[in-house]
T-cell receptor, first 109, second 114 residues
């Protein structure tokens, strides 16, 4: 079967750095997405990786290793507004998105 | 604001009611999706429409009936639902349903079935 694993919940301190990991086993690979979802709101697109390596976008970076079936989302200089769920999703060989259950990130002052 | 709107935002219905969820996208996309999001579970893809044609139906019970009159509008008709159908229903759109296109989500309809 197809599976995306990510931690259920993480806690970090304002101003610090946090890394949210995602591992996947899918039938084929056509890219990996990270989304942010604040409680009661729509998931919003953060990043897309299709080649190995690090993609940096401001305070957020996303890394992909296709050989290891692994990605992480790195958040720097954490702010209270970063408290949200972070969803990892992989496009399989049929271009269907397979979703993880999300990681709830709690930021403490 | 993602360019995808959904109404209503909240809905409470009995098991014998019939209701419809509406989604509209203002992004000029050709693909639209319905997802179900339950607490602490991955998003479940329900239906996919590409150029108004249904291309995916992930074994969804017939009490959920989608309708896509044009590329900008998507409906989900609900009837004789069960309490376990209570969830957040999300609509999304993308340029098309293949490739690496990003999906853009609406804010969802929070559904409670009594």
């Amino acid at each position: 079967g197809q599976n995306i694993d990510q931690p259920t919940e993480m806690t970090a301190t304002e101003g610090a750095i946090v890394q949210i990991n995602c591992t996947y086993q899918t039938s084929g690979f056509n890219g990996l997405f990270w989304y942010q979802q604040h409680a009661g709101e729509a998931p919003t697109f953060l990043s897309y990786n299709v080649l190995d390596g690090l993609e940096e976008k401001g305070r957020f970076s996303s890394f992909l290793s296709r050989s290891k079936g692994y990605s992480y989302l790195l958040l720097k200089e954490l702010q209270m507004k970063d408290s949200a769920s972070y969803l990892c999703a992989v496009k399989d060989s049929n271009y269907q998105l397979i979703w993880g259950a999300g990681t709830k990130l709690i930021i403490k002052p | 604001e993602t360019g995808v709107t959904q109404t209503p935002r909240h809905l409470v219905m009995g098991m014998t009611n019939k209701k419809s969820l509406k989604c509209e996208q203002h992004l000029g996309h050709n693909a639209m999706y319905w997802y179900k999001q339950s607490a602490k579970k991955p998003l479940e893809l329900m239906f996919v429409y590409n150029f108004k044609e249904q291309t995916e139906n992930n074994s969804v019970p017939s009490r959920f009936s989608p309708e896509c009159p044009n590329s900008s509008h998507l409906f989900l008709h609900l009837h004789t639902l069960q309490p376990e159908d209570s969830a957040l229903y999300l609509c999304a759109s993308s340029q098309d349903s293949g490739g690496g296109e990003t999906q853009y989500f609406g804010p969802g309809t929070r559904l409670l079935v009594l």
